[in-house]
């Protein structure tokens, strides 16, 4: 009889050490099949029982773009860093905001909302949060398709430095996962916490550069509020190596790498230590 | 192979595991907790001091009332939840069969679903590939299983994850009441599945009310009330006990 695990098993660790604690990451990559088959599932269950499915991933973000071009752009003039076009400006911006915010919405209620399976049977709990994060990647997906068509509207080409994108979006990703474990952790025990996110969601939007471009328009004195932000040091970044061609600025993303990373190994060793009343507190 | 000298499958170790009963929970109510220094709700026994071992192989059933602490003890086994104070160990690879198809989704259709459950039981999706058409065929899904899950009876909901469980390969099977569920002819199937498990020596935790049922099926049983174990032995004997104390047990037979 093959045997796919290890005989001893320890299903909910206890270990206070952190090493011990984050080896449990490789569980996560052991389990890269249930991890599929769960983002598959929120997938399906996302957009089934809706006349439009898939296209409201479409609707969302064009929806949101049309109105803040109008109202920043026609209205209040707020205008785009090098004159690109104004709606091409935010929706750079836009899409990996929105990835940012419905991940994280979704990814706290993601083991609040499992509890028939939390407390049957036993996974690494961390599948959960993460598929949920995953899932959204198809959102995105789709908003890099509309931008796609909106540079061929506007007759420009991504830049050539947009070969970081995938360095820029692993921070990106890194930061996501960091705040969602220990949030959906914490959710099972306060549900105050998804109506915090949701707080938190909106005024973290006004903070992020995402309307309005990272220049000297912001004065000097706030300007390290957006270097401890790695949404707006990302956000910026994006821009420059899809819009403007030059690289980011590693300065700033270094520091952002080093918040999104921290975050991450916190947020994970916070999950891992609340993991075994899990089933208890549901 | 593993043989049965290979030590105790399951162990319990003078395992109590208590719950705190609140009675909200929101911010509000710790923020006042914490300013009052008084807990946030009271403390409930489900299980006290239990020790026990399951060896390989062996078949055990665990009775009770309800509330008696039994499903706990199953759920400690399963690795969802861990004990307050003492140890459990456990070895290998364990498939619950509580409350089955807990893990399916509605909007998915049947063979989804198989995919799915199978890879939250811990199987690979290469070892799905291989049981998929002999899980199918003994839930007896075949037309049905391109359908979303929703529209399945109940009955056909219980098959597909009685199937699905008892093609993961497992060391350990964890059994809670789930033969209440499908008509009588599932149900022998089901037993007949489970007899077929007992000859290979697959181990076999049986949690019921049944008296019947575990006196009938299992090697050994031990008896759990009100967080203590009463008793431990021979199946029959065990059973013999709890009905002498308890005349007006619940639900004899399957």
Redesign the interface.
Same mark, same amino acid.
């Given at each position: 009889?093959?045997?796919?695990?290890p005989?001893?098993?320890k299903? *909910?660790r #206890?270990s206070t050490n952190p090493i011990a604690v984050w080896l449990g990451l490789f569980d996560l990559w052991r389990?890269r @099949? *249930?991890l599929?088959?769960?983002t598959?599932?929120h997938l399906?269950?996302q957009y089934?029982?809706s006349v439009l499915g898939y296209a409201w991933a479409f609707v969302n973000p064009l929806s949101q773009m049309v109105i803040m071009s109008f109202v920043f752009s026609t209205i209040l003039h707020v205008g785009s860093q090098n004159n690109e076009p104004y709606p091409l400006f935010l929706f750079v911006g836009l899409v990996p905001w929105l990835f940012f915010s419905s991940a994280l919405a979704s990814g706290t209620d993601a083991v609040t909302g499992a509890a028939? *399976?939390? #407390?049957?049977?036993?996974?690494p709990r961390e599948v959960l949060p993460t598929a949920a994060v995953f899932t959204k990647l198809v959102d995105l997906f789709f908003g890099f398709v509309i931008l796609g068509m909106l540079m061929v509207y506007y007759g420009t080409l991504p830049a050539a430095t947009v070969y970081w994108f995938p360095l820029l979006f692993a921070i990106h990703m890194i930061f996501v996962l960091g705040l969602v474990y220990p949030l959906c952790a914490l959710n099972l025990?306060?549900?105050?916490v998804r109506f915090l996110v949701g707080v938190v969601l909106t005024l973290w939007f006004y903070l992020t550069p995402v309307l309005y471009p990272l220049d000297d328009r912001v004065p000097h004195r706030y300007q390290w509020i957006y270097d401890i932000n790695p949404n707006a040091v990302l956000i910026d970044a994006y821009r420059r190596v899809i819009l403007y061609g030059n690289d980011p600025d590693w300065k700033k993303v270094g520091l952002g790498a080093i918040i999104a990373v921290g975050t991450f190994l916190l947020g994970y060793y916070i999950f891992k230590r609340m993991e075994?009343?899990?089933? @208890?507190s549901i | 192979?593993?043989t049965a000298s290979d030590g105790p499958e399951i162990e319990f170790r003078n395992v109590s595991k208590s719950?705190v009963l609140r009675d909200s929970?929101?911010?509000r109510d %710790?923020a006042a907790s914490l300013i009052a220094r008084r807990p946030l709700g009271h403390e409930f026994f489900a299980l006290q001091d239990v020790s026990f071992t399951v060896e390989h192989g062996e078949c055990v059933g665990i009775i009770g009332r309800n509330g008696s602490g039994k499903s706990t003890a199953l759920?400690l086994i =399963?690795?969802?939840? =861990?004990p307050t104070k003492g140890e459990v160990l456990?070895?290998?690879?364990?498939s619950?069969l509580?409350?089955l198809g =807990?893990?399916f $989704?509605p909007?998915?259709t049947g063979r989804?679903n198989v $995919?799915?459950n199978a890879?939250? %039981?811990?199987?690979?999706?290469k070892?799905i590939e291989e049981e998929f058409d002999a899980i199918v065929e003994f839930a007896e899904l075949q037309e049905f299983i391109d359908t979303p899950v929703k529209r399945y009876s109940s009955g056909m909901y219980a098959r597909l994850g009685f199937a699905v469980a008892v093609h993961s390969?497992p060391?350990l099977l964890l059994v809670d009441e789930v033969l209440s569920v499908g008509d009588a002819f599932f149900q022998t199937k089901s037993l007949a599945k489970m007899r077929e498990f007992k000859d290979q020596g697959t181990t076999i935790v049986l949690v019921s009310h049944s008296p019947a049922l575990v006196a009938e099926f299992c090697d050994r049983a031990i008896w759990i009330d009100h967080g203590h174990k009463l008793a431990e032995g021979r199946a029959d004997d065990v059973v013999a006990e709890y009905l002498e104390r308890i005349p007006h047990g619940s639900g004899v037979g399957v």
């Open positions: 009889m093959a045997r796919a695990y005989l001893q098993r299903p *909910l #206890t389990r @099949d *249930l599929w088959h769960m598959v599932r399906r269950g089934k029982q028939s *399976l939390v #407390t049957k049977v036993y996974f025990y306060y549900h105050d075994a009343g899990f089933a @208890d | 192979m593993r719950f929970r929101t911010l %710790l759920k =399963a690795g969802v939840t =861990a456990v070895v290998g690879r364990v619950p509580i409350e =807990a893990g $989704h909007d998915l989804e $995919h799915l890879s939250i %039981l811990g199987m690979t999706s070892e390969n060391d």
